[in-house]
């Protein structure tokens, strides 16, 4: 991910409780119960799978993306959504629907009256028509689903698990107010599990999160956003996908039969309540993405301190959507994120960036000292990983997997092994890794780490991993820049040195900043305090060589960019300043500033395409002419 995380949700913010509730269905037509999820401040799993007592069933926590039918309904995340909670706390774990264990309804749901009846026994020839329908709602071939859903209607049209499936497959096709009309049907007409009316309150969440959306189409996508508050990013979003989805067709042969639909949610709250992830799995993990239920899910860059990669993140979640596809869903998570980061830039540029200098950092100590995230760790979800460090480690390892395949094996090699993936009954990668490239996969993992240590790449001593931030009640940027300074030396002499400047004391500013910068010369906060400080006296020059290192060093920290911008912008250097600006809009478009000076080189340049669509920008962020303010 650009940073960009992208696990299956969990639970509750902060640091307590975070529980996921899956609702898993077996091929033979046996609807298993719930497993509900982690306990962090009991310090285990409170594991509850298919039988009581059982393991933990770690292949039924689905990440993001693999939203197998057997969906997660997330009741602890719903009510933290629903209720506003945003604090640290305990929270009860529902008890699996086994044959020894009752199901029991969620705290505040209505009660299933005890006197309703068991429902009739479904017609063979309905159960398998739903077990296809699962089948197909599994690998988001929706129209397949539908048209096997019709026989099983045609049989037992008022049956409870018709009512049911036809539930689901309203909620994978976005008709959210439909979903939960036939979860209701099917409540009156019998069915008991809990896990059902959890699951109608999920997709009713779901629809009140999503309610104020406006959409907005093109050729292969439907974009949902809050036009008020977020309008300003859809011409770009439309764009950046169709050139993904042409990247992807080119790289994996994969066109989508019916739009892809895209929702950018407007702030953490109905983001968590519509994905499960929750604050916790955005600034530790970096989790701003997900690909689950038929549908891509992002949170806007608006909700973070600096933005983030979102239009790579959107790229990003639409390869998982492709693998989806492409494999029926039977591709392990080191294979999804592996291939989603490795192709997340393939849109804007000609190869994969996924060996940024953080990624090279990390996977360079990891071979040197062999201290790799296995990708069985990987499973079920990278938001179970402990750090963010591991988590971003995982992605690298992963996307180097893929590098690997291709560089060994080919493209073609890499397609294959999906359809063998599509063609498997389970899923992960290791039987169809032996039939395509014909090495068992521990020699393919061997093989692997002898690849990335042969890359000789050098750890960057210093070299700091960013994680993402929340907007919260922190205050001004210049706090949040503060804090994100690790050394305390460093962070006080910039505190005296923004007081100088504040006094006037610009001269003496300049100093303590530089100070600062020999105390901790990787800090990206730092590298921006000094260099706008060289501006404002004039040493363009110095900003310049200043901003070059920081923003190829961090290339994902827009303030960089920036600020190399209008370096570039003053020295007249058009093209270059114009690259860095827009880099600065796929990190934080918020700023008018930006869209402002793009629209003054666009002017220059006679683009007048650019032009007008940083115009129109303008007037939505500034609520009248472009006009009103003024290039730096």
Known sequence: MTGTALGLGLAEEGRGVRTAVHWRSEHDGHRKGLVAGRDAAAGGMACLGDRPGSAWPRRLLRDRLRGRTAWALIFVALAAAVAGFSGPGRASVLAASAPSAAPSAPAGSPAIPAEVLPPPALPPGAR????????????????????????????????????????????????????????????????????????????????????????????????????????????????????????????????????????????????????????????????????????????????????????????????????????????????????????????????????????????????????????????????????????????????????????????????????????QKEEGAAPAIAQVLKVPFEQFQRQWKEYVAQLKLKPIEGLELLTLKVKGNEGTDERQELAEIKSAVARNHVRLGDRLRDRGRSGAALIEYRRALSKSPYSPPVMAKLARSLLRHGKVEEASELLQRGASLYPDYGPLHVSLADALHQRQRYDEAAEHYREAVAINPYDPLIHRNLAVIARLQGRSDELAREEAVLRKLLGGSPERRSSP
């Not at 395949?405 to 090699?413: C, K, M, S, V």
Request: charged share 25%.
């Open 128 to 423: 398998a028509a739903l077990d296809t329908t699962e089948r197909r709602l599994e690998a988001w071939d929706l129209a397949a689903a539908r048209e096997a859903l019709k026989e099983a209607t045609a049989a037992a049209p008022r049956h409870p698990e018709t009512l049911v499936m036809q539930a689901r497959l309203a909620f994978y096709a976005g008709e959210y107010e439909r979903s939960v009309q036939l979860f209701e049907e099917a409540l009156a007409a019998g069915e008991k599990r809990a896990e059902i009316e959890s699951s109608k309150e999920f997709v009713r969440a779901t629809g009140e999160a999503t309610k104020s959306l406006t959409r907005r189409e093109s050729r292969h996508f439907i974009l949902a956003l809050d036009e008020a508050r977020d309008g300003i990013l859809a011409e770009y979003a439309l764009d950046t996908l169709e050139r993904a989805q042409a990247a992807l067709a080119a790289m994996l042969g994969f066109e989508p039969t019916q739009k892809v639909r895209v929702e950018i949610l407007p702030d953490h709250q109905s983001f968590h309540a519509a994905s499960s992830l929750s604050v916790r799995d955005i600034e530790v993990i970096g989790a701003i993405g997900i690909c689950k239920f038929n549908k891509v899910m992002l949170l806007t860059p608006r909700a973070l301190a600096r933005g983030y990669r979102w239009l790579d993140a959107l790229a990003h979640e639409y390869v998982h959507y492709v693998i989806v596809r492409l494999s029926n869903n039977h591709a392990p998570i080191w294979f999804h994120e592996g291939l989603a980061k490795y192709a997340e830039a393939l849109w804007r540029l000609p190869a994969s960036n996924y060996l940024a200098p953080v990624n090279q950092n990390l996977l360079a100590q990891a071979s040197s000292a062999n201290r790799f995230v296995g990708f069985d760790r990987m499973e079920p979800s990278l938001v179970d990983l402990d750090t963010a460090q591991e988590a971003q480690l995982a992605y690298a390892e992963s996307a180097s997997a893929i590098a690997y395949i291709l560089e060994r094996y080919g493209n073609a090699a890499l397609r294959q092994v999906l359809a063998a993936m599509r063609e």
